[in-house]
């Protein structure tokens, strides 16, 4: 289970993309979102778009590995496909803030199986740029964004790693690098006791 | 502070040679033993060759990192050198056993700046085949090495990765692969503290 947090505006959207295209095994955890959808926006693939009424349904009946309320919506991580894909022996990218990261870690299972990245952008500038570039928000969102951005950023030490996105291609490189790394760790290597146990001569 | 350990013939020393050529940041941790020089030994490069009485003075001096007794021979790290390499934010390669590493993990400093990777062979054959290749040695220390061989296996889980070495090349790329993870961890990156303080606009 793989998290990548960042204020909005660092460039985490287009690293989960290009991690999604280059790795086979990765799959996109999908938030459900009680958040109007935007126009270039799938139902299903960029989030399960639901009512506030069964929204707080899948939080009732347990759905749900974690939510949380941001500016007055509601984004939440629906279990099933993350058990169904650690089940399947496939890693799994979230795209959450770090609210939704660390409710995540500190879940028993999923916590053992959890590895995240902190993504920062460059600069200062380059940040505010990013978010001035998304046509669809007016200038009192890109202040909040900005200022939920310094307040996202101040969480970065509760992560495993932090990238500072300056150029997108090496960034990518990292996650990978990351992830690569992350697959040889002791407690990762599906049927590694046996494998020593036969090394031993104790088959 | 990069460990390797593996049981010997294991391949471990091939995989530390390459690093070395390949990582310039990366400096090997020479250790001290009590053991005869063999042949193709040079004396600080390979191990610096010190007689028991030396060995001692170091033990009491407080020199050493850790050390260990294996079959009758003393092995040791001398602390400075590691001290040195560390403050000028060099990486530094150990060639040290499960006895050695466990011990470095426990020191309060050296500790939190421990990687920790074992080497495993491919299979038993391919083991003892690489034991018994080594032409200085008798029959008497191949079966030495075996039953060693088998007891340091055990101790993998103590470590914080696993390489199956059966392809030199891809071992290699996995050490590299560990290490360029590992210098994107949150506690690794200096002077990301005041790089987020900065980009918050709290400078």
Do not use: C
């Amino acid at each position: 289970m793989l998290v990548l947090s960042s204020p909005s505006g660092a460039g985490k959207t287009t690293i989960s993309r290009a991690m999604l295209e280059r790795d086979s095994n990765l799959t996109m955890s999908v938030s459900a979102t009680t958040r109007p959808k935007r126009s270039s926006e799938v139902d299903g693939k960029d989030y399960i778009f639901v009512d506030e009424e069964k929204f707080k349904s899948m939080i009732d009946g347990g759905e749900l590995l974690e939510h949380a309320n941001v500016f007055g919506n509601f984004y939440g991580t629906p279990k099933k496909p993350v058990e169904e894909a650690l089940m399947a022996g496939r890693d799994i990218l979230f795209d959450i803030d770090w609210q939704g990261t660390q409710i995540i870690a500190g879940d028993e299972i999923a916590g053992k199986n959890l590895v995240s990245i902190f993504i920062l952008p460059p600069n200062t500038a380059e940040l505010e740029n990013r978010l001035r570039t998304r046509a669809q928000d007016t200038e009192e969102v890109v202040q909040q964004r900005m200022s939920k951005a310094a307040d996202e950023m101040s969480r970065y030490d509760g992560y495993d790693y932090v990238i500072i996105n300056d150029k997108i291609e090496l960034s990518v490189e990292q996650v990978q690098t990351i992830l690569a790394a992350e697959r040889l760790r002791i407690g990762r290597q599906i049927g590694l006791h046996d494998f020593v146990q036969e090394l031993m001569g104790r088959e």
